[in-house]
């Protein structure tokens, strides 16, 4: 006989993955949630089942070594990533994986979400990074996301998808919401130019604000990226330049312009390289850039 907050634990499931399906997030068989029931057992969506038609009987329960305890379908086979998250962080209570488009697609062209741009993600999820290419259903991918794990609370899988974990269920799904939609804000952001970056001091006062809001942060930024760690990351590396006066700042590499100068071609006529070494120009720049090749050509 389940009890009452196993019954709550099941709908929130059922919930989430209706959502997912809902919002394009996943598609078919995609995608897999899973929650803490106590301290020995978990409770998981099934394998082989659409996540947006579930009902709260075909929830799998386990233990924490992934044996199955109670259910009449099979857990999903990527529920090691889970175990390995619940292994590393004792505060989290539900994990949701899930292939959200937009997010999806930073993962594939290898692009993590570690700008400070939105003072809404930095206070809640800092930065997102990307784990290492695993294969799905392997030990691989586990280990990929041990390395970032005790430091975020969501991030993306290179080739894969997204992951992020939480205090309850649909705390975790609306974490994987916040992924999304950052990565469409960014995505329209570098199609008109590029970002502004929040400045490291404002990234600081924003972090402070973390305690009024009540939302607590799984590790702290780092002072210096080479903090952070090898094996296992224990801070969060943001994106935020040193700036005293300003607390929006152009997305420009001050190395490469204090290496090369104002007139190395690189820089020539306003073009920026960023700092992952993307070239970026307007659409004016472009157009003389053009010009100036065909009059080059036609001499």
């Known amino acids: 006989m389940t ?98 488009p937009v997010a999806t697609g930073f993962a594939v062209a290898g692009i993590p979400l570690t700008r400070a741009v939105l003072a809404e993600v930095i206070t809640t999820l800092g930065s997102i990074p990307i784990a290492a290419y695993g294969t799905p259903s392997t030990s691989e991918l586990p280990e990929a996301v041990r390395k970032y794990i005790k430091a975020h609370d969501g991030m993306l899988l290179a080739n894969h998808g997204a992951v992020t974990c939480g205090g309850d269920v649909l705390g975790a799904y609306y974490k ?18 590029g970002e502004h970056l929040i400045s490291r001091e404002e990234v600081e006062r924003l972090q402070g604000l973390r305690g009024m809001y009540g939302i607590p942060a799984p590790a702290p930024l780092c002072a210096d990226p080479s903090d952070a760690g090898t094996d296992q990351v224990v801070c969060q590396v943001l994106e935020a330049p040193e700036s005293s006066a300003q607390r929006l700042v152009p997305d420009v590499s001050l190395a490469l312009r204090q290496a ?34 065909v009059k080059t050509l036609k001499d």
Do not use: W
């Not at 690189?266 to 157009?287: C, F, K, N, P, Q």
């Open 176 to 193: 994987m919401e916040t992924i999304e939609h950052f990565a469409r804000i960014s995505l329209v952001a570098r199609l008109l130019g």
């Open 260 to 293: 090369h100068g104002p007139g190395d071609a690189r820089l020539r006529d306003g073009a920026v390289e960023s700092r992952d070494g993307e070239i970026r120009l307007t659409y004016g720049e472009l157009t003389a850039l053009i010009a100036d090749a």
């Open 3 to 100: 009890s009452r907050a196993e019954e709550q634990i099941r709908a929130d499931i059922v919930e989430a993955g209706r959502r997912l399906y809902a919002r394009a997030y996943i598609a078919s068989n995609d995608g897999n949630i899973s929650a803490r029931l106590d301290d020995r057992r978990l409770i998981a969506t099934p394998k082989s089942v659409c996540k947006g038609f579930m009902t709260p009987d075909m929830m799998v329960i386990v233990d924490y070594d992934g044996r199955k305890l109670a259910g009449e379908r099979d857990p999903s086979t990527e529920l090691p990533m889970h175990l390995e998250i619940y292994r590393n962080r004792p505060d989290a209570n539900a994990v949701v994986h899930a292939h959200p």
